[in-house]
């Protein structure tokens, strides 16, 4: 027996003991002992120690987690949040307040009229103003984000905007 757990302990350092004196190989008596290697005794509280602690805090990291309502990333961007945008009470009033003075009924400039839907979809004499679900290819998003409308008027408020981008993203509805 001693054969087989001989060589286990002294490869961390472990002696046979009898009588407090060490012995090796087949000198052993019947009084024979393990003596541990220094430091295993500390080595061994201190992993008692470790698994003592570690099964509350991975208890308090599964509850941590199983209270939260979705994973990090499966959580939404701010800028990905928003309700759905109505053309009739959402964007109407914004193009009303910055862009009817020019391009509504009474004036028209460069063929856009933005009083109706109709008119808005049907674009000015250059085409379109519009994608249908995509604000970055609309001409109107483009003038508006870059400052050059409304003409001689105070910037559209960055909120505003995001409200004419996300009804565009949306497919740009008549709701």
């Given at each position: 027996?001693?054969?087989l757990v001989e060589p286990l302990w002294n490869r961390f350092g472990a002696s046979l003991v009898?009588?407090?004196?060490?012995?090796?190989?087949?000198?052993?008596?019947?009084?024979?002992?393990l003596e541990p290697p220094e430091g295993y005794v500390r080595m061994l509280l201190r992993a008692?120690?470790?698994?003592?602690?570690?099964v509350p805090i991975g208890m308090g990291l599964i509850l941590q987690t199983s209270f939260t309502?979705?994973?990090?990333?499966?959580?939404?961007?701010?800028?990905?949040?928003?309700?759905?945008?109505?053309?009739?009470?959402?964007?109407?009033?914004?193009?009303?307040?910055?862009?009817?003075?020019?391009?509504?009924?009474?004036?028209?400039?460069?063929?856009?009229?933005?009083?109706?839907?109709?008119?808005?979809?049907?674009?000015?004499?250059?085409?379109?103003?519009?994608?249908?679900?995509?604000?970055?290819?609309?001409?109107?998003?483009?003038?508006?984000?870059?400052?050059?409308?409304?003409?001689?008027?105070?910037?559209?408020?960055?909120?505003?905007?995001?409200?004419?981008?996300?009804?565009?993203?949306?497919?740009?509805?008549?709701?």
């Amino acid at each position: 027996m001693f054969d087989l757990v001989e060589p286990l302990w002294n490869r961390f350092g472990a002696s046979l003991v009898v009588a407090d004196s060490p012995v090796t190989g087949s000198d052993v008596s019947t009084r024979v002992r393990l003596e541990p290697p220094e430091g295993y005794v500390r080595m061994l509280l201190r992993a008692e120690l470790f698994s003592a602690l570690a099964v509350p805090i991975g208890m308090g990291l599964i509850l941590q987690t199983s209270f939260t309502d979705a994973p990090a990333r499966a959580t939404p961007l701010a800028s990905e949040v928003h309700a759905a945008v109505s053309f009739a009470e959402d964007v109407m009033p914004i193009l009303e307040q910055h862009c009817t003075e020019c391009h509504g009924p009474e004036t028209v400039e460069l063929g856009l009229n933005l009083s109706t839907y109709e008119g808005l979809m049907a674009g000015s004499d250059y085409g379109t103003v519009v994608e249908r679900g995509n604000a970055a290819a609309s001409l109107i998003i483009d003038m508006i984000s870059s400052g050059d409308m409304p003409q001689d008027k105070d910037p559209m408020p960055a909120e505003q905007l995001e409200v004419l981008r996300n009804w565009i993203n949306e497919g740009a509805e008549n709701n």
